[in-house]
């Protein structure tokens, strides 16, 4: 594994975000289909030792949005996954977070539903408000920044009917909220247009090794409309498509594959789709998934996803456990390196394998969270700041990645890989005992709200 390497692919990477009318890797655009399109001639280069497909998925993405709150002009875009349309009428705002259709009032029928972003899928907000009888819904952010590119978050065979909805800034949203409180009757009316687009998950494995023991390598290839997302998560895609090519030179016991999703930042659907279409039996030969999502953040702390529950609580299905152990080890003993442990929330793509009672792991390098004195101490950089403070915004370019961090993650996705295409003697065994321990998990996750990705 070479700095110079994983530079010349980041390089490529933003060369392909920066061709795109957008300029990033948003699905549905020229950037998304390019960064596709050049992890496929990569694998086209190895034909004896990986086989590849893409699994297409269908998905309705914003086009644009036409909005005015009370006769003003106000930006808004087009929620993806939501119908388009066309509505008028008064605006309600609805208490809580909109996630239980009690949450809605009386009298929302024929009005548009004012819903705040959070805690549950959008999705689940805008059924709701069909529910209700509201013609529309405008949901307004819960952060800085605006809702270009964000989604409804539940795959389009899961949920719905939904009503056509817009996205609109926090601060227009609490002025919205205001206004209504004080009693002001406003109307809003909105126009949204969507595209029918097909994207796709590439998935590949090796023709050696065992395919009823199988480990699985991934990472999501898509970006956020703001800009190239080269540490998100381009950092992800270009290690484990490094590591694949460096696999090339060795022979393995067990079937490694590889995925790189679509639609990460939607609200995990290419990862989500992925397992709603694998039978429980192909499931079980994946004896764990290790997930890679920002690599190289630049005041980074070296993340390792707490498998045995022993930091937050919550243990991933047999197997989780020994994955963090090893990545422990690994940067301990290999590395010389300090590491810190976060909370299995789901938030990247192995959630949706976490829910299916898939053993899962990670490694990252830290988004929005806050940089502690106690990391400072551990790992250099500044307390009080993100971990990447260009996380989902145009400045996430390869000037943005530390090179010294993403060059030691990608060493230690090398070393997991490698572990677990000689050998499955690290994980417990795959007894029915813990098949039955795996799909008890599979029940308790999805019985919450897994998930706290950027699209809720």
Not at 48 to 68: F, H, K, M, R
Not at 140 to 149: A, K, S
Not at 203 to 220: F, P, Q, R, W
């Amino acid at each position: 594994m070479t700095r110079s390497a994983l530079l010349a692919k980041a390089n490529k990477l933003q060369e392909i975000a920066y061709s795109s009318p957008g300029r990033n890797r948003l699905i549905g655009t020229a950037g998304h289909e390019g960064t596709v399109a050049w992890i496929t001639s990569i694998l086209d280069q190895y034909p004896d030792y990986y086989t590849y497909y893409l699994q297409p998925l269908s998905l309705s993405v914003g086009a644009g949005a036409n909005l005015t709150i009370g006769g003003v002009v106000t930006e808004a875009f087009a929620v993806d996954l939501a119908p388009s349309g066309s509505v008028s009428a008064p605006v309600v705002s609805v208490a809580n977070l909109a996630c239980d259709l009690t949450d809605f009032p009386a009298d929302t029928a024929g009005k548009i539903a004012l819903v705040f972003r959070g805690t549950c899928q959008s999705g689940i907000k805008a059924h709701n408000a069909f529910l209700a009888g509201a013609v529309g819904m405008i949901v307004y952010n819960n952060d800085v920044g605006t809702l270009e590119g964000y989604s409804l978050q539940i795959l389009p065979t899961d949920g719905g009917p939904y009503v056509p909805t817009a996205g609109i800034t926090q601060a227009e949203g609490l002025a919205l909220v205001a206004r209504l409180a004080a009693g002001e009757a406003v109307v809003a009316e909105f126009t949204t247009v969507t595209n029918d687009i097909v994207t796709n998950n590439v998935i590949a494995e090796t023709i050696e090794g065992d395919h009823d023991n199988v480990i699985h390598i991934s990472g999501h290839s898509d970006s956020v409309a703001a800009g190239p997302g080269i540490n998100d998560n381009g950092s992800g895609t270009i290690s484990i498509l490094e590591v694949a090519v460096q696999l090339t030179n060795f022979s393995v016991n067990n079937a490694v594959r590889f995925s790189w999703w679509t639609a990460e930042e939607s609200g995990l659907l290419g990862a989500s789709y992925y397992v709603s279409q694998s039978p429980q039996s192909e499931l079980d030969k994946i004896r764990l998934m290790l997930d890679f999502d920002m690599m190289a953040s630049p005041n980074y702390a070296f993340q390792v996803y707490d498998g045995d529950g022993s930091a937050f609580g919550e243990s991933g299905p047999p197997g989780s456990a020994e994955a963090e152990y090893e990545f422990e080890r690994f940067f301990v003993e290999e590395m010389g390196e300090n590491f810190t442990q976060i909370e299995f929330d789901g938030r990247s793509d192995y959630g949706p394998f976490l829910e299916a009672g898939v053993a899962t792991g990670g490694i990252a390098c830290g988004a929005e969270g806050v940089k502690t004195v106690e990391e400072v101490a551990m790992f250099g950089g500044v307390a009080g700041e993100w971990y990447d403070k260009n996380y989902h915004q145009v400045g996430d370019t390869v000037k943005n990645l530390n090179m010294g961090a993403w060059i030691v993650m990608t060493k230690s996705i090398a070393h997991m890989t490698a572990t677990f295409a000689r050998s499955f003697d690290l994980l417990p065994p795959n007894t029915k005992a813990n098949k039955e321990k795996r799909i008890e998990h599979a029940k308790r996750m999805s019985a919450k709200a897994v998930g706290k990705t950027w699209g809720i």
